[in-house]
């Protein structure tokens, strides 16, 4: 059973009704469609809460994939014992101010890999602060000037677009793939896309917000050397 992931179509949903379909081992909830994201790409899992007909509610403390092909989602309850049974309906709502500082973060490291064009070996979005890894041979970089432009792609107010494409269609344009580390995944057919006009484009499955003016002011706060070509560059909110 496959889980509708609604977050990748909508990112500002913030609710939704759901099925129970299953329970892992571990006690997680399985459910038929979810706006919960699951933890991967560098972004956390949501938390918030599933509510039962009777009122009750089940904090859930983070959501995972439970397959490689990213399609099927368990929600891992904050405290043993609340099972819920298969079949019950239930009311998803995330934590929504969680979710949409993670949504301004993720979008600023795109633009982030736009002013430093080099291959991305890791990264991490938080609520407050994220960084990207890039692999990078020479030294040099300037806080101030990589704040400048981030700050002026940020109020251009870009249009972010998400679109899918064919897992042939990725196969033939390999440059769109930025990370070196974290492939997307292939193998279901399609493969999610993330465009900010004018500025970026490459594949990824997590939450943005939708004009780059939504992400407010950040700033590059630190880089790092990690070796020889490796430099990590972290961005906050200002």
Known sequence: ??????????????????TVVGMTPAGGVI??????YAASGGQPADRGVLRRTTGEAVPIASASFTDAEKSQI?????????ALTEGETVHAAIDWDLRYARMRMHTALHLLSAVLPYPVTGGAVGDTDGRLDFDIPEAGLDKEEITRKLAQMIAAGAEVRSRWISDTELEAAPGLVKTMSVKPPIGTGRVRLIEIVGYDLQPCGGTHVRTTNEIGDVRVTQIEKKGRQNRRVRIAFA
């Open 1 to 18: 059973m496959t889980t509708d992931c609604l977050f990748r179509e909508d990112s500002y949903l913030k609710e939704c009704s759901a």
């Open 74 to 82: 368990s929600h891992q309850p904050a405290a043993a014992g609340l």
């Open 31 to 36: 459910l038929d469609r979810t706006v919960f």
